[in-house]
């Protein structure tokens, strides 16, 4: 064997060497997987971790039915914020740029400058309309979309009879509907401030207007469900005739005498209010209320029955208000005072015998020119009232009969 052969055994028989350039990169490349293959590890166990939360959170928003936490306050805040631009400085562009939803809030917006007081607002003078001393708090009170609401009323009896086995059924009476319309009117309130005051960021200018705007309309309403003539306002209830209870026809409203002329009997004062709850039907006598001025309250409470007892007498349980006879009685202010031929109190079951008809948007106009350097806000409300049954309202006048 040659020297060249014995050498090139010896070669092919000799390992490679432990470190080398082939060497590390591989080492390298191995440690970079298994530090990849850790962090996408890391990285799903993080993933699961935070899906695993979201549906929990999920679970318990659809188990305690949480609402919706942008949709409904942010439609608020816009209208809100647009509305308070408007009232400020006259810039109607974002209230034109509003989505105003509900047929009764797009028809109210017309192209002559008028606008609806945001929601806010309007349920301020709401609230403040129904906790006024009106008849408003104990009628029936509908919200209507045209310009009239019709009342039906069956004013007779269906009739009736015995028929014997044999004989013949006769013809009975047939029921006679009649139609009562309430037309709605035009309310409406023009407060006014400076403009120096508008431009006061402080200033509550919504909180004003509304509350300017509530009294406004409550003493108007208040006035007219009482002795409103129907001429551009709501007809009261003592506009209509007024006839003996004896001799009460539908379309009138019946009264019972006191028997003294100005004023109550000074024998037996109590009498008068008895039969006046009395003259009521049984129907209606269960939600019958008294409706009198603060004065003719104040002579009402002091009388005593014939064994000294008041009529006037206190709730039963805390917080109720007191009682006259046992039903309760609104003090409004528009009711006449105790005088000659006054009709001075009312009783009956108002839900039936009163309806008050009314549109339910509340629209404002600014007027920044006709009274420089003042504002004013033209507010508008339409709303009807009448009595819708005649047979459901009692008058006591003072008189003799």
Do not use: C
């Not at 562009?93 to 400058?113: H, I, N, T």
């Not at 709501?234 to 026809?249: E, F, K, R, S, Y």
């Amino acid at each position: 064997m040659s020297k060249t052969e014995t050498k090139a055994r010896a070669g092919a028989a000799m390992p490679e060497p432990a470190s080398g350039p082939a060497q590390e990169v591989k080492t390298a490349l191995a440690g970079f997987m298994s530090d990849l293959k850790t962090f996408q590890h890391e990285i799903k166990s993080k993933l699961q971790e935070q899906e695993e939360r979201l549906t929990m959170l999920d679970r318990k928003s659809h188990t305690f039915g949480r609402p919706a936490l942008a949709a409904v306050v942010e439609t608020d805040l816009s209208h809100k914020s647009a509305m308070e631009t408007y009232v400020r400085n006259g810039d109607d562009d974002a209230l034109r740029g509003l989505d105003l939803e509900g047929k009764a809030m797009s028809s109210a917006v017309q192209g002559d400058g008028g606008y609806l007081v945001d929601p806010q607002t309007a349920d301020t003078v709401k609230s403040v309309l129904k906790s006024t001393a009106s008849i408003r708090s104990i009628a029936n009170v509908v919200n209507v979309e045209a310009s009239s609401f019709d009342v039906l009323v069956d004013t007779t009896e269906v009739g009736s009879g015995w028929a014997s086995e044999s004989g013949t059924a006769a013809e009975t009476g047939t029921p006679t509907i009649d139609r009562i319309s309430i037309k709605l009117f035009e309310l409406s309130a023009m407060p006014r401030a400076s403009q120096r005051l508008l431009d006061d960021a402080a200033f509550d200018i919504e909180g004003w207007l509304a509350g300017r705007i509530a009294d406004k309309f409550a003493s108007a309403e208040a006035s007219a469900f009482i002795n409103g003539d129907g001429v551009d306002k709501p007809v009261g209830i003592l506009n209509h005739t007024q006839v003996p209870n004896d001799a009460w026809t539908w379309d009138t409203l019946g009264y019972v005498a006191t028997g003294a002329d100005g004023g109550f009997d000074t024998t037996s004062p109590a009498d008068a209010i008895v039969d006046l709850v009395y003259a009521l039907g049984a129907q209606y006598r269960a939600n019958g209320t008294f409706v009198m001025n603060s004065k003719t309250a104040g002579q009402v409470r002091k009388i005593k029955d014939a064994d000294g007892r008041f009529l006037w007498s206190d709730g039963l349980a805390a917080g109720e208000p007191a009682r006259l006879l046992g039903y309760p009685v609104l003090i409004a202010e528009d009711m006449p005072d105790v005088a000659s031929d006054a009709a001075a109190i009312a009783f009956g079951d108002f839900a039936s015998g009163y309806t008050v008809a009314e549109r339910p948007d509340l629209r404002i106009l600014r007027d920044p020119f006709s009274a420089k350097p003042h504002v004013l806000f033209y507010a508008t409300k339409r709303v009807g009232g009448d009595v819708s049954d005649f047979a459901a309202i009692k008058l006591l006048k003072f008189s003799l009969s």
